[in-house]
């Protein structure tokens, strides 16, 4: 393993919802529309190997094969290890790349902050995971990740339609009918719903609002418009799992961090697009704060939709020996098991 200095360095970027892909310094590509690319389950995690040979392909057909490939990895510490070594080993196997690596996400949104410390608050579609860091490391024992994210809210806004007697399923020649649905439901969720300006319970009921849907079916918007996001900040119980709401989740993982480490939790950095509900950065600065018992945390977004890909191309060009890349020939010499070393 050596270290790396400045190069054109391809990056790919997997999500539960979407890959990011293209080259350090520019403007991701992202590929949408492969729902379970990246899976959570439980303690597994997963993904989908014909579909990330897909992402590989289109990358490959950028010119990308042939570049250092830097690959973001989930914070979550369920399988990581395992996860790694496949991604890599295919990045090997389908990609001509010279050499690969793989660093955090957490790590890529806190780089892309400009910062090594910091605890990163990602709220994707299938997980949300915080993650305290210390001089770039992740602390083990302070992560908290729990599979409720964009992806269960958009279940949550089926739901609310479904109690006023509306279904999402308008056929389409590309997505399944169950698909469809989902489709809709999560563009009407970026499209309506906000996070209030203060807790639901403090606020009056607003007046009823219908809107019309393309296919004429009509919707009574202020029922579900701000209660599905404040379900990210209070909690609630889904299909009977029970997610306790990012207050009380990253509240939890920055009063777990070990004496001495206590700059991780004095900044929390958004990322991830179920992050970027109107209302919400205020809304979580105030939750904490109840939380930490006035304990100072100022928290951030990145402006940039796709962090980890920022962060990467930061990554790319530091001196700092922060990226160790596997070579080829390490590669065939070890096999995958090299990644473990990461
Ligand atoms: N403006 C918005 N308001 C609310 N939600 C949004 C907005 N934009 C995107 N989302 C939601 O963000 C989710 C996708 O976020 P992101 O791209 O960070 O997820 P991912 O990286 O694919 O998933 P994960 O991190 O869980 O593996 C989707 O559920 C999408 O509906
Ligand atoms: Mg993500």
Known sequence: ??????????????????ARLGFAGEDPQVVDGLPGLLRYGGKALDFDS????AVFRK?????GCRRPLLLSEPATSAEKTRLRCLLAELSFEALEAPEVSTLSSALLATLARGKSNGTVVDIGAGLTS???????????????????????????VLDALKSQGVTLSMPSRNLGQANTGMRL?????????????????SLEKPKEYRH?????????????SRQIPEALLTGTVLRGECFFGVPQLASEAILTLPVGASSAGSEVILVGGSSRFVNFKDRLQVALADYLDGRQVKVTQVDNRYASCLGASVAAQLKHPLVRWVTRSEYQEHGSHVFTRL
């Open 130 to 156: 915080i993650a305290p860091l210390l001089n770039g490391c992740v602390e083990p024992e302070c992560l908290r990740e729990q599979t409720f994210a964009g992806n269960a809210l958009d279940i949550m």
């Open 59 to 63: 990358l490959s057909a950028q010119d």
């Open 212 to 224: 019309r849907l393309p296919d004429n079916q009509e919707i009574e918007v202020t029922a579900f």
């Open 185 to 201: 439901a999560q563009d009407i969720k970026e499209s309506i719903c906000f996070c209030a300006y203060a807790p639901l319970a």
């Open 50 to 53: 014909s579909a990330v040979q």
């Open 1 to 18: 393993m050596h270290v790396e200095q400045w190069r054109r360095v391809a990056v790919v970027d997997i999500g539960y919802s979407s």
